[in-house]
Nanobody
Framework: QVQLVESGGGLVQPGGSLRLSCDAS????????MNWFRQAPGKERELVAT????????NYADFVKGRFTISRDNAKKTVYLQMNSLEPADTAVYYC???????????WGQGTQVTVSS
């Protein structure tokens, strides 16, 4: 059974930090590109960051460059999103996504809420 389980969300003040984790099971994690998406109330889901299967390549949305860092541990089957200098505009539900593009496979987690507020 495929599972992606996000954790680490919560309430943080502006300027603060959070580290999200996504634990994967039920598929061969090292083969998959991993993404973090987010969706704020009333807005479409948007891509935040991507990391290649090996972890050697990363990409970020312009609105998080320099503040967020995506990483992965293939031995632990976990992907992380370190979020620094958080802003109220970062408030959203954050989703973990696993993609095996060559096979057209995409898995999603249930999401974790991040709220940035004073």
């Amino acid at each position: 059974q495929v599972q992606l389980v996000e954790s680490g969300g919560g309430l943080v003040q502006p300027g603060g930090s959070l580290r999200l984790s996504c634990d994967a099971s039920g598929f061969f994690f090292p083969d998959y590109t991993m993404n973090w998406f987010r969706q704020a109330p009333g807005k479409e889901r948007e891509l935040v960051a991507t990391i290649s299967s090996t972890g050697y390549s990363t990409n970020y949305a312009d609105f998080v460059k320099g503040r967020f860092t995506i990483s992965r541990d293939n031995a632990k089957k976990t992907v992380y999103l370190q979020m620094n200098s958080l802003e109220p505009a970062d408030t959203a539900v954050y989703y973990c996504n696993a993609v095996l593009r060559i096979a057209g496979i995409s898995y999603w987690g249930q999401g974790t809420q991040v709220t940035v507020s004073s």
